[in-house]
């Protein structure tokens, strides 16, 4: 098992930034792939961005320039900056956990956190 707890969201204006993290509890993630989805009320869990154990990325066209995900291992913590907030973004935002998969196939990744909402308003 790979326990993820996301933090960081919460309500913010349009045109914003937040950093969402995703830390694994009790276990190091460091050799994991990662990545970031994202689930708007009514819609289908879309992939954001993914990271390998290397920390080579890799994004959704939609979110290229806005979002950066990162890691740092020895605190089995992945980031996910996003600049530039409108309210399309608003969603739960959810970290998950591959041996070595970092792309948007959801049913590639192991493990999933529990989600962060996050609410831009205009």
Known sequence: ?????ESGGGL???GGSLRL????SGRTISSNAMAWFRQ????????????????NTNYADFVKGRFTIS???PESTVY??????????????????????????RFLYNY??????????S
């Open 1 to 5: 098992q790979v326990p993820l707890v």
């Open 21 to 24: 993290s995703c830390a694994a």
């Open 80 to 105: 996910l900056q996003m600049n530039s907030l409108n309210v399309e973004d608003t969603a739960v935002y959810y970290c998950a956990a591959s041996p070595t998969y970092s792309g948007p196939i």
């Open 40 to 55: 708007a009320p009514g819609k289908e869990r879309q992939f954001l961005a993914g990271i390998t154990s290397r920390g």
């Open 71 to 73: 890691r740092d291992n």
């Open 12 to 14: 913010v204006q349009a």
């Open 112 to 121: 999933w956190g529990q989600g962060t909402q996050v609410t831009v308003s």
